[in-house]
């Protein structure tokens, strides 16, 4: 069996100033509205993932079309910043001071979001469903007003490594990751899941978000003799990744990140062969798989595309992400009833039990806690059959439970 890359991105860190700080409004706006505040990379290196921004602007106008959320419309703001996390800064503070966001919500990558996070607990202001994996957003108790969404990046690379270790004992495993903290923590996560088996690990290089070639590092990948090749990085470069193999005639079992999947679906018909077999993981349904085509959440999905999003791209796995986390905020705001306070709205983003999205997998559910800002915990394994990713196993907490004694 030949397998694939995922990846899941995060751009380094950059020196931000401190935002001044702002008087904490505790309640909301007065005239009937929920504004929500939102940071995307509509420009820059990023822009494959404003679509979940664009998405979840869509839902709440879907939301508003059905009446709003207990009764008020929802005024979703989303501001670019060029994957910069000093622009991050600046529309953060415009978000807050000028256009009088109650909260700031599924604002994507770690950079920004680490750049902003201590003003907003300072101020007490909800930093809710950061798009982004790393560990950062489950620390309740040293910033209680910053929660996490998705599956943390190192959860994901114990998934590869105990995978590796139960059904490729014998082969020499390479590793080629994005230097910045999101891709040192699917290494981390990857040895973690090896354990005693981190000898495996033959090779590992990296790559610059802003390098526009990856030959050199993964000849020398290849020249290691590694017979498993994990990728993590952004899928523009898992992309180069996927074509150099197939150009050197190297054809390791592939695993991809989950943020890289994207990459798959970009390949044109000449490469996309070349990924047939790569393995990554998911925790959204497909919208293009047949075997959801009676699913009554895609169904649903399909007709707010049509209405509210038509330019978007319903294989786009990024535009399902924002509609799930879009649909997790509106729980939580659903919750709130007509104490739209602060504090209130932090209570009730800790306080979801068992949320089932409708495109999130089967047995995959949306839970928190006061000590619990990890939404979303579970994973299921996919391979891609050279039409669509293919789920291979079941639904993960935290590791792959297979036989490890070979």
Sequence with gaps: ??????????????????LPLAASETKDTGDGEIRIGNIMPYSGPLTEFASIGKTESAYFDMIND??????RKVRFISRDDGSNPKKAVEQTRQLIEDDNVLLISGSFGTPGNLAIRAYMNENKIPQLFVASGDQEWSKPAEFPWTMGWQPPFRAEGRIYGNFVQAF????????LWQNDQFGRDLLIGLQEGLGDWTRMIVADSTFEMSDKSIDR???VLKASGAGVLLFAGSPNMAA?????????????????????APAVRALGSADVQNAVGVIS???LKNATDPVWKDDEGIKQFSTFMDRYYPGGDKADSNVLFGYAAAQTLSRVLEQCGDDLSRENIMRQAASLKDFQSSVTLPGISISTGPNDFRPIKQLRLVQFDGNVWLSIGDVIDSAFLGPTNH
């Design 281 to 283: 993981t998911s925790f």
């Design 240 to 260: 180069l990744a996927i074509r150099r193999l197939a150009e050197i005639d190297w054809h390791p079992v592939v695993i991809l990140n989950n943020v890289a």
């Design 217 to 219: 590092q993964i000849d």
């Design 1 to 18: 069996m030949r397998m694939r890359l995922k990846i899941v991105f995060a751009a380094s860190l950059l020196a931000a100033p401190m």
């Design 168 to 175: 490729y004992p014998d082969h020499k495993l390479a590793v």
């Design 66 to 71: 059905r009446g709003g959320i207990n009764g």
